[in-house]
């Protein structure tokens, strides 16, 4: 730990926070400053981006069991074929026409 002077504020000057709207900064801060936020930025960037992938995979996978579901119960249903059926008996059972 760094020795504290007689105000209670670290000696060695590279403790000291700063701030950047009070203070004015030279060229070499501010290219440092940078540099540390890019690298921190990267840092979370590569968390955010696996966090991204495991979620588009989970909802991709969502949408496709969804979807497979919805064709698998259509070809099920045969609710169509049965209504085609009763109305070829009924069109044999009904009397013959003119119109028909």
């Not at 105000?7 to 070499?28: H, Q």
Request: proline share 4%; glycine share 6%; charged share 35%.
């Amino acid at each position: 730990m760094a020795d504290k002077g007689l105000k209670g504020e670290p000696d060695a000057e590279f403790a000291k926070r700063i701030d950047p709207a009070k203070e004015p900064l030279t060229a070499e801060q501010i290219q440092f400053i940078r540099k540390v936020e890019l690298e921190r930025w990267k840092k979370n960037a590569l968390k955010l981006r696996s966090r991204n992938v495991v979620t588009g995979l989970a909802i991709g996978a969502l949408v496709m069991g969804i979807y497979g579901y919805t064709f698998y119960s259509v070809s099920q249903e045969r609710i169509m074929d049965e209504l085609d059926e009763e109305a070829k008996v009924a069109r044999t059972r009904a009397p013959k026409t003119a119109a028909n």
